[in-house]
């Protein structure tokens, strides 16, 4: 008897996989939870978050917009990547980062840009390294979280730092995590090693700036080389319909995304949809040759 319910209740999953519908609408939402980022997995319940700040000097106290420093204390945790829940519209046109003091992470090839990819929000910028290299903190700042995570899922091995200027950076699929939540460290610091964990197809670090829990395209503050890494300016003013332009316009597209099946191509998702295969290709930013992975999301409309 209990091998019969065991195999009933398997049927029954079974058919609700397969009773998916195949294209979706994504919502307009401003809330991670509608956010498929490419590199971000469930980070709620994996460990317990750091609630209490009583005993935290946190970077922002040093801020004079007293709103953001309360925001950031109460957002403090050591679980999710962006716990703040702030609205874009919400965020005023008049904040200033100071960009002084910037260390380059990782100084390479960029091999992926911020924006939508696969049907997705890739939040950062991925530059190629080696296992192993040196990963370095952009700014001084204190450690949000420090996590080792999965090897296939997410971001992997990961840091976030949360700097006195009031942004957030991630570094993501690291090899090896060399520091520990709520510790303080200095611009070019060494805080982890350069690997292939999480959902990664090749050794790359994956870079983000934050503001808010917002991703801001490094592209706005860096000048990006495969040979150099500055920045444009000694400081940053956010501005909501620049700073966070590809995050917005994913966030409010009425677009539609195509669940990739065993056997599918380029040229018949195109044929299905009545398109063609260079518009698949410029909606994705992705190649002619790439290879479609089964289960990933494609944009086709």
């Given amino acids: 008897?209990?091998?019969?319910?065991?195999?009933?209740?398997?049927?029954?999953?079974?058919?609700?996989?397969f009773a998916q519908d195949e294209v979706a609408t994504e919502p307009s939402s401003t809330s991670e939870d509608d956010v498929l980022d490419e590199d971000v997995s469930s980070l709620d319940m994996d460990s317990a978050g750091v609630k209490s700040y009583t005993s935290l000097s946190l970077p922002v106290d040093s801020l004079k917009d007293s709103v953001l420093v309360n925001l950031y204390r109460?957002?403090?945790?050591?679980?999710?990547?962006?716990?703040?829940?702030?609205?874009?519209?919400?965020?005023?046109?008049?904040?200033?980062?100071?960009?002084?003091?910037?260390?380059?992470?990782?100084?390479?090839?960029?091999?992926?840009?911020?924006?939508?990819?696969?049907?997705?929000?890739?939040?950062g910028t991925d530059m190629r390294l080696a296992i192993g290299d040196s990963v370095h903190a952009a700014f001084d700042g204190k450690?949000?979280?420090?996590?080792?995570?999965?090897?296939?899922?997410?971001?992997g091995y990961f840091v976030l730092l949360q700097h006195a200027n009031g942004l957030e950076t991630l570094y993501g699929h690291l090899s090896k995590v060399l520091v520990t939540t709520n510790q303080d460290v200095k611009s070019g610091d060494v805080i982890?090693?350069?690997?292939?964990?999480?959902?990664?197809?090749?050794p790359h670090l994956h870079f983000e700036f934050r503001f808010l829990g917002n991703p801001i395209n490094a592209r706005n503050l860096l000048e990006?080389?495969?040979?150099?890494?500055?920045?444009?300016?000694?400081?940053?003013?956010?501005?909501?319909?620049?700073?966070?332009?590809?995050?917005?316009?994913?966030?409010?597209?009425?677009?539609?995304?195509?669940?990739?099946?065993?056997?599918?191509?380029?040229?018949?998702?195109?044929?299905?949809?009545h398109t063609t295969v260079a518009k698949l290709c410029k909606l994705n930013r992705?190649?002619?040759?790439?290879?479609?992975?089964?289960?990933r999301k494609i944009r086709v409309r």
Avoid at 109 to 114: G, Q
Avoid at 244 to 256: C, D, G, I, N, R
Wanted: net charge positive; glycine share 10%; aromatic share 14%.
């Fill in 224 to 273: 990006i080389t495969p040979d150099t890494m500055y920045m444009k300016s000694d400081t940053y003013t956010i501005k909501k319909k620049e700073s966070f332009k590809e995050f917005y316009t994913y966030l409010h597209s009425p677009a539609q995304y195509y669940k990739i099946r065993q056997g599918d191509n380029l040229g018949k998702i195109a044929r299905k949809y």
């Fill in 74 to 123: 109460n957002g403090w945790d050591s679980t999710r990547v962006n716990p703040y829940r702030f609205p874009i519209d919400s965020i005023k046109d008049t904040f200033v980062v100071d960009c002084r003091g910037f260390y380059p992470p990782n100084i390479n090839v960029v091999t992926s840009e911020c924006g939508e990819r696969w049907g997705r929000f890739h939040a």
């Fill in 143 to 155: 450690v949000r979280i420090a996590r080792v995570g999965s090897k296939k899922k997410g971001y």
């Fill in 1 to 17: 008897m209990k091998r019969l319910k065991l195999l009933f209740a398997v049927c029954v999953y079974a058919i609700s996989l």
């Fill in 286 to 295: 992705i190649k002619s040759t790439t290879i479609l992975r089964v289960g």
């Fill in 192 to 202: 982890g090693l350069g690997g292939n964990t999480g959902r990664s197809t090749g």
